[in-house]
């Protein structure tokens, strides 16, 4: 399989705190990969590199079959050129209906006057409806999306982010504030999406980390401790002093 | 899942019946006011306040832009009042020129020999320049003879400095209430420029006369005022659905978003700047074509109506009508600006306490300064909130937390669709 | 003629009685032979009578001229002799004789007229008394007779100072003569090497008074020819159409040097032709057709054809004559050496002012960045500390100064009314902030946008209850007596003693503002809740109390600072809008959430002011206006400010 994203000697610091330490990091496509790691290990500025929030002060950010530079483009371009992004808190335009989210969310034009002057067709409306009903929220597709349960938030936003089609899904702790049944839901849902794309899962539950059954890679301090399958890296002594102390 | 629920693509006016109520009402008060006018009808509405509500229309129109960019899009712009009187100067040169023009002509015709185009461009510079003591058209003035070019700068003007300006703010990311400070200090900068006397739009005189229109002395001023009443109305009409129509649509939904959450409209892909910069453009544009109607009905336009607070005003009509909805604004300027104008103009019996007489020529300002207070604390929805009431629309319940982490972002109370 | 006048004058004089006058005295011939000019004195034909008692060597001419121009001369209507005199009450007089200045006798005032010299004609007269003058043995008398040289000085005065130095004895009349000696010479010394001496000897000197007195020496006449003359006093070459000189300047100089035709006004081509219409034409030119200029040229000079009238020269003319002929400057002041020496001196002396302007622009500067300072202190706090928007800061200001005035109502004491003013404002504001604290603000944290339209609601309120109650017109804050006055360090560098005081108030500000916060448990407080209110909460710390009371102390700061700027600026309900904007620039320019930002803003935004005004110094409205283009485009590459936070400290 070929190399996706390529993340290599990558460093940034804040008022002198290294928030990220030559920090080097390879997904190829279409493959599942869970990061895990204390807290401040790095791996939201991780994720805010690679999506163009935060600049860093040295390191390459290499992307897609052209090679691209991720550094110099802007947030908007780099969703554009395929990565999505899952945040943390689930963020869905809260004023506006599922179905307006989706649809804003759909792979198109994101130009200005592209958009002023867009009409969904009947095969859009067939894609948010396909859509929804894979996040299971078919009945609620007029609701107000702040209307919606913690849950089902997260969902809307894993099912925006399948709507942008991007080759590359970042999903910061999508399971966090969620029923047993909802995880199940969403592991599922991410194994789906690793099928057809490359797929980063940022998250501190081990048990949903195990169910993602895929290769770990253990962030600590800003750099990579230790990456492998997930029996592999919890026997590591080192990542059991990290969690556990000594 | 099926496509039945899916919203049906009906026409514009079936989706929106707001649009065809407002249009509807606004259509009859221009009717209504035209028969009670002097001018046609049988003279129950004095010229005068036909004048002072053709300009409300205008207002309102300016209101409609201020909505779209502050309650639709989040961007809290101090400065689009600047646009409006950038509009109003852009058409008042015009009519300036024009009606000096014909009076020095005139004047000129009697003299022995006919006049040379020199003559007539030192006689009518001497005329509109004489005031701050120059004699000579200012490089600005150089398309003042002509009406199509003139009509253009209503246009130009404004959109070309807001897109200037917000290139390089939306650039910067400059958001929130900085964004409005910066704002506000382009429109401190321009109204300071326009005082100056050789900023070649005769300093604090500002341009005088507009009530005129050149060529049309014979026709009464009932019948101009009526005129400019209707195209006030026509103008507003088109706005008012030119605005629904943008923020109904996907657009609309994208500078919601904007407003409620930039930086995740950002990760969806969307150019945010690209959308503020239209936004912020196209409303300069709509409040420089307003300007350029109103200051032909109030006559006179000088810097100290682009001063900052005017902007400050504007945005307070929106708030008081309630702001994110199309028709809040409307109501939000027409309301205040006709309660302004009753307590200024000394129509309002004034309270005596015994001990001091309220006099509201002095205190309305005052009063309306609390009532803006007391808006913003307690009915965020404005007036337009009242709509809510009769047609009983439900609002998500957020537990009182607001719709987005961005500064512009609804709060619960107003959140309504 | 004269000889009869003088026996007549006798006879006069011997058939006065009751008079012991000296008619036959050398000063009274003196003023009897200049009688005429006198009695009907004016300005333009004073001089030679002035001239003669000035250079008649007489010791009474001194007493004539003194008392001529304190109006104290009179003349005898009957017999035309000059007296002076005291009028004792209405109707009589005290006379006195000019040749001995012996009392004469008490006379009623009826047969005496007294002389009026206006004031051109009192200043010629202080000219010539200035040789008296300068040896007079009253030092006072002597500093009077150097002021009027200074005035106005003139070729015979040099002579009289250097005859009165060897006998001056004052060290500092002195100096200041042998200075004026040296001035003089520059302008009227006899030879051009003690000239050029002089103009060395004032290398460097800031004074305006040898400025005054080199420029006239570098005087220069714009001069034509046909090509550039090698005498060695030709200035600059100059360029027809350049600033210095314009095209219609040039060719006037050519014209007037009878070196062109001339040429013909618009106005004067077109009277011309409206003299020569007949029958609807001109020169046999429909007058219709006359409506542009080059159809008016052509019936012009059909007219020339024609010798109605005189033929002008054509645009073509003009250009010719001028592209023939150099435009030079010849030096007139004085001969070239001196020149020379006075441009090199001058240049000096330009440069020296230059740098000297430079450190006085900057004194400027810094006041007005220390008023920014102070304006902007308050904000600092509740906009940088607390992230509240208070657009009614500028009102606060503005209720300090209105607080300022209504003390000095009630206490007359300048001195003392300020010391209980600053305090006082400081109360009034701290309740107002507190108050609006409470009602208002605290409903809409974390909603900037509504609190800055809040605020504004308040600001506006607020200024027109100001004007409801202390009218439009702007009120005085008087500073106390020992505030008058300015610090002159030299003729260019100088700073008034309030801008001294306001600068100084700024840094105990800063200093009051860095001890609070760094200091102070209130300080340890105000930084908890800013950076985390959950968890200061949790440790004890009511955010509420602490909120309310930075609101207070950023408030009460705005009064102070309204006080000061009171002193500084005229008081009007409209005051506190003229620096709000100023104000949040100086905070967002220097980086919010930092004191030492928002000094590193104040300094900037007031340099930048006074810098641009340095540029334009007639327009302060352009001025601003640049200054704010400058910041906006400023905050382009610094959005965050001077001083900037970052990572997550920023996000906060």
Not at chain 2, 188 to 207: K, P, V
């Amino acid at each position: 399989m070929s190399t996706l994203l390529e993340v290599s000697g990558v460093s940034v610091s804040f008022d002198g705190f290294k928030a990220i330490n030559n920090l080097s990091f390879q997904i190829a496509e279409r493959e599942l990969r869970a990061v895990i790691g204390p807290n401040g290990a790095g791996k939201t500025t991780f994720m805010d590199i690679i999506t163009g929030k935060t600049k860093p002060d040295e390191g390459r950010v290499i992307y897609g079959d052209k090679s691209v530079s991720l550094l110099k483009m802007s947030e908007s371009k780099i969703a554009q050129a395929g990565v999505g992004r899952k945040f943390q808190r689930p963020t869905v335009f809260e004023d506006q209906s599922v179905f307006d989210n989706l649809m804003m969310a759909l792979k198109k034009t994101r130009g200005p006057l592209a958009v002023l002057f867009f009409k969904p067709s009947a095969e859009d409306n067939h894609k948010v409806a396909d859509l929804a009903e894979q996040i299971g929220l078919s009945g609620a597709l007029h609701r107000k999306s702040g209307e919606l349960s913690h849950g089902q938030k997260q969902w809307l936003e894993i099912g925006m982010l399948l709507a942008q089609e991007p080759r590359l899904l970042l999903v910061d702790e999508p399971a966090a504030g969620m029923t047993p049944a909802e995880r199940e839901h969403t592991t599922d849902i991410l194994r789906e999406a690793a099928k057809t794309r490359a797929v980063v899962v940022v998250e501190h539950d081990m048990e949903f980390v195990r169910r993602l059954n895929c290769k770990v890679t253990v962030l600590h301090e800003g750099s990579v401790l230790a990456e492998g399958s997930l029996d592999h890296v919890t026997k590591n002594e080192q990542v059991i002093e990290v969690y556990l102390g000594r | 899942m099926t496509d039945a629920a899916l919203p049906r693509r009906q026409p514009f006016a079936l989706r929106f019946p707001s649009v065809m109520i407002f249009l509807a009402i606004l259509a009859l008060f221009t009717v209504g006011v035209t028969i009670l006018s002097e001018g046609f009808g049988i003279g129950v509405i004095s010229t005068s306040f036909i004048k002072t509500l053709g300009k409300t229309l205008c207002l309102c129109l300016v209101a409609l832009a201020m909505d779209l960019v502050w309650g639709y899009c989040g961007i809290l712009s101090l400065g689009h009042m600047a646009f409006f009187g950038l509009g109003g100067y852009a058409i008042g040169m015009w009519l300036m020129y024009a009606r000096t023009e014909i009076i020095v002509l005139e004047s000129l015709a009697a003299a022995p020999l006919p006049p040379t185009p020199q003559e007539v461009s030192d006689g009518i510079a001497t005329q509109i320049f004489g005031v701050v003591g120059s004699s000579e058209f200012p490089p600005i003035w150089a398309f003042a003879h002509s009406l199509p070019l003139q009509l253009a700068a209503v246009v130009i003007v404004p959109g070309l400095l807001a897109l200037v300006f917000g290139w390089l703010a939306f650039r910067s990311r400059v958001t929130g209430v900085y964004l409005s400070i910066l704002t506000q200090a382009m429109t401190l900068a321009l109204s300071l420029h326009l005082f100056q006397n050789d900023s070649g739009l005769r300093g604090n005189n500002g341009l005088s006369g507009l009530q005129n229109l050149p060529g049309l002395d014979d026709v009464p001023q009932a019948t101009v005022s009526l005129w400019f009443f209707w195209a006030s109305a026509l103008a507003l009409g088109l706005g008012y659905v030119l605005c629904a129509w943008i923020v109904s649509g996907k657009f609309g939904s994208v500078i919601r978003a904007i407003r409620d959450d930039e930086a995740r409209v950002r990760f969806l892909g969307y150019p945010v700047e690209a959308f503020k910069l239209v936004i912020f453009t196209l409303t300069a544009v709509i409040a420089g074509i307003a300007g350029a109607l109103y200051y032909p009905q109030a006559g006179i336009i000088n810097p100290a109506e682009i001063a900052p607070i005017a902007s400050i005003y504007l945005a307070v009509w929106v708030a008081i009508g309630g702001r994110g909805r199309l028709y809040g604004a409307v109501i939000g300027a027409a309301f205040v600006s006709l309660v302004s104008t009753w307590f200024t103009g000394g129509q309002a019996p004034d309270i005596n306490l015994g001990v001091y007489t309220i006099s509201w020529v002095d205190w309305w300002t005052v009063l309306l300064g609390l009532s803006f207070v007391a808006v913003t604390l307690y009915a965020p929805k404005g007036i337009g909130g009242l709509i809510d009431l009769i047609t009983e629309r439900k609002s998500p319940n957020r537990h009182g937390a607001s719709l987005g982490p961005d500064q512009g972002s609804l709060r619960e109370q107003e959140a309504e669709k | 003629m004269l000889r009869f006048a003088a026996t007549l004058l006798a006879c006069l004089t011997l058939s006065l009685p009751a008079s012991s006058q000296q008619a036959d005295a050398p000063i009274q011939q003196l003023l009897q032979s200049q009688s005429d000019l006198i009695v009907e004195s004016s300005r333009r034909t004073i001089g030679p009578a002035i001239d003669a008692l000035a250079n008649s060597g007489l010791p009474a001419a001194q007493v004539v001229l003194d008392k001529w121009q304190l109006r104290e001369m009179w003349v005898n209507t009957e017999t035309g002799l000059f007296v002076y005199a005291e009028e004792v009450d209405r109707d009589t007089l005290r006379i006195f004789d000019f040749a001995d200045g012996s009392l004469i006798g008490d006379v009623p005032d009826e047969g005496f007229e007294q002389l009026k010299p206006n004031s051109g004609i009192r200043g010629l007269i202080g000219t010539a008394l200035v040789q008296f003058q300068l040896s007079d043995p009253d030092p006072d008398t002597r500093q009077r007779a150097l002021d009027a040289i200074e005035r106005g000085a003139e070729e015979s005065h040099l002579a009289a100072l250097r005859a009165s130095l060897p006998t001056e004895t004052d060290p500092q009349i002195l100096a200041r003569k042998q200075r004026l000696e040296r001035l003089l010479t520059i302008a009227y010394g006899a030879t051009e090497a003690e000239r050029i001496e002089a103009i060395q000897s004032f290398d460097g000197d800031l004074g305006v008074d040898v400025r005054a007195a080199l420029n006239p020496l570098l005087a220069v006449r714009v001069e034509a020819a046909e090509a550039l003359p090698s005498d060695d006093d030709i200035g600059r070459v100059l360029e027809p159409g350049s600033d210095t000189l314009s095209r219609d300047d040039a060719y006037a100089l050519l014209v007037a040097a009878d070196l062109a035709k001339p040429r013909i006004s618009v106005e004067d081509q077109r009277n011309a032709l409206i003299a020569n219409i007949a029958d609807g034409q001109v020169a046999g030119i429909q007058v219709a057709t006359l409506n542009s200029q080059d159809a008016r040229d052509m019936a012009y000079a059909a007219l020339a054809e024609q010798g109605t009238v005189t033929a002008v020269a054509t645009e073509a003319e003009v250009d010719q004559r001028l592209a023939n002929h150099v435009f030079f400057e010849r030096y007139v002041g004085a001969p070239p050496e001196v020149v020379f020496a006075a441009k090199a001196a001058l240049n000096a002396i330009e440069n020296k002012v230059a740098i000297n302007q430079m450190f006085d622009l900057s004194l400027d500067a810094l006041s007005l960045a220390s008023i920014y300072f102070l304006a902007a202190i308050g904000l600092a706090i509740t906009f940088g500390v607390m992230g509240v928007i208070n657009m009614a800061h500028g009102e606060f200001i503005m209720m300090g100064a209105y607080t300022g005035y209504v003390v000095q109502l009630f206490i007359p004491d300048y001195t003392l009314s300020i010391l209980v003013a600053i305090p006082l404002a400081f109360a009034v504001t701290f309740g107002a902030g507190v108050a609006m604290e409470r009602l208002v603000i605290r409903w809409l944290y974390h909603r900037p946008l509504e609190t800055l339209l809040a605020t504004f609601g308040i600001s506006i309120a607020l200024q027109q209850i100001a004007k409801n109650i202390f009218g439009t017109q702007a009120r005085p804050l008087t500073a106390p007596g020992w505030l008058d006055g300015s610090l002159v360090i030299n003729d260019i560098v100088s700073i008034s003693y309030i801008r001294i005081a306001i600068f100084v108030l700024a840094l105990l500000f800063l200093a009051l503002f860095l001890f609070v916060m760094n200091r102070t448990r209130l300080g340890l407080e105000v930084r908890a809740v800013t950076q985390n209110p959950r968890m200061a909460a949790s440790m004890g710390i009511n955010p509420d109390k602490i909120n309310m009371l930075t609101f207070g102390f950023g408030s009460g700061i705005a009064g102070i600072a309204g006080v000061a700027i009171g002193l500084y600026a005229k008081v009007t309900s409209e005051m506190g809008s003229d620096y709000i904007v100023q104000s949040f620039m100086t905070v967002v320019v220097g980086g919010v959430g930092n004191i030492w930002g928002t000094l590193l803003g104040a300094t900037m935004v007031g340099f930048l002011q006074k810098g641009i005004e340095w540029f334009n110094p007639s327009n302060t409205l352009a001025a601003q206006t640049y200054m704010i283009l400058f910041i906006i485009l400023f905050i382009q590459f610094r959005p965050k400010g001077i001083i900037a936070l970052k990572g997550r400290a920023a996000e906060a």
